[in-house]
T-cell receptor
Framework: AQKVTQAQTEISVVEKEDVTLDCVYE???????LFWYKQPPSGELVFLIR??????QNEISGRYSWNFQKSTSSFNFTITASQVVDSAVYFC???????????FGTGTRLTVIP | EAGVAQSPRYKIIEKRQSVAFWCNPI?????LYWYQQILGQGPKLLIQ????????DSQLPKDRFSAERLKGVDSTLKIQPAKLEDSAVYLC???????????????FGPGTRLTVL
């Protein structure tokens, strides 16, 4: 069974601080895909990153970085020098091979205080 | 490129009434999904279409929910009759690669917020 756990329900940081959002997943598949989505107050889910299980390289995109560790079944997301516009709910999601059903975590609400 | 379009954005109905939501996916996307997102939770898949055929509707409460994707483009999700617990945001998403291949990225619309009184 697929499961995604985001233990942090809410996080508040002051602008320019770094923040890490945790994601732990469970799956029996050897091939799987991990995603992060951002949901701002407008409600639309915005795609941030997709990573397959065979690629454990960490990725950096501007102020965003992702740390994928298969040994601990984690796919954590770090925002460096946070900004007010980063305030949103962030979801981690998991998909199996050849099946596009996304299993979402419960989300982490990030509030960046100016 | 236009994103996934959904309408209406908001809907308020009384319990036992009917409601329908519309979704227009990104042009050329073969796969379309409907998700239900209850407040404070992550989205949960209701139904997945590939072109105009159903791939997965195992989580769809078929006694009251129905969905169709005629001509393999637009889709409509209907609830009849609505219950209080159907209050949620209904999200439509689409992806380019048909199911059966590698999992492709799903792009989401703005959602329809349904309130059942």
């Amino acid at each position: 069974a697929q499961k995604v756990t985001q233990a942090q329900t809410e996080i508040s940081v002051v602008e320019k601080e770094d923040v890490t959002l945790d994601c732990v997943y469970e799956t029996r598949d050897t091939t799987y895909y991990l995603f992060w989505y951002k949901q701002p107050p407008s409600g639309e889910l915005v795609f941030l990153i997709r990573r397959n299980s065979f690629d454990e390289q960490n990725e950096i995109s501007g102020r965003y970085s992702w740390n994928f560790q298969k040994s601990t079944s984690s796919f954590n997301f770090t925002i460096t020098a946070s900004q007010v516009v980063d305030s949103a709910v962030y979801f981690c999601a998991l998909s199996g091979p050849g099946a596009n059903n996304l299993f979402f975590g419960t989300g982490t609400r990030l509030t960046v205080i100016p | 490129e236009a994103g996934v379009a959904q309408s209406p954005r908001y809907k308020i109905i009384e319990k036992r009434q009917s409601v329908a939501f519309w979704c227009n996916p990104i042009s050329g996307h073969a796969t379309l999904y409907w998700y239900q997102q209850i407040l404070g939770q992550g989205p949960k898949l209701l139904i997945q279409f590939q072109n105009n055929g159903v791939v997965d509707d195992s989580q769809l409460p078929k006694d009251r929910f129905s969905a169709e994707r005629l001509k393999g483009v637009d889709s409509t999700l209907k609830i009849q009759p609505a219950k209080l617990e159907d209050s949620a945001v209904y999200l439509c998403a689409s992806s380019l690669v048909p199911s059966g291949g590698a999992a492709d990225t799903q792009y989401f619309g703005p959602g329809t917020r349904l309130t059942v009184l």
